[in-house]
């Protein structure tokens, strides 16, 4: 079983910054990818940015130069740091990994957080 706890959602203006977190705990071996989607009201949930276990990232346009990812895989946490927020980013932001819970497991599987509201006020 594999649990991710996230932090850090709220309410800010536009302009401002918030930082996300989301602890991984369980049964993890490795972990491949970490990353955040986020969900809109009437939108489909879209990827915001990810990293991988070499520490390559990858972000959405929307929100390049603005957001940034990054991990502690000590503490197998990942961040989303985001500044210059906008009203569009208003959303449900959510954790999900790739991992291999055992040594013997052969295939990775998708694990998601619970979801963290983020509200930018205009």
């Known amino acids: 079983q594999v649990q991710l706890v996230e932090s850090g959602g709220g309410l800010v203006q536009a302009g401002g910054s918030l930082r996300l977190s989301c602890a991984a705990s369980?049964?993890?071996?490795?972990?491949?990818?970490m990353g955040w989607y986020r969900q809109a009201p009437g939108k489909q949930r879209e990827l915001v940015a990810d990293?991988?276990?070499?520490?390559?990232?990858n972000y959405a346009s929307s929100v390049k130069g603005r957001f940034t990812i990054s991990k502690d895989n000590a503490k197998n946490t990942v961040y989303l740091q985001m500044n210059s927020l906008k009203p569009e980013d208003t959303a449900v932001y959510y954790c999900?990994?790739?991992?291999?819970?055992?040594?013997?497991?052969?295939?990775?599987?998708?694990?998601w957080g619970q979801g963290t509201q983020v509200t930018v006020s205009s």
């Open positions: 990293i991988g276990s070499g520490g390559s990232t």
């Open positions: 369980g049964s993890i071996f490795s972990i491949n990818v």
């Open positions: 999900r990994i790739t991992a291999r819970p055992f040594s013997y497991s052969i295939s990775s599987y998708v694990y």
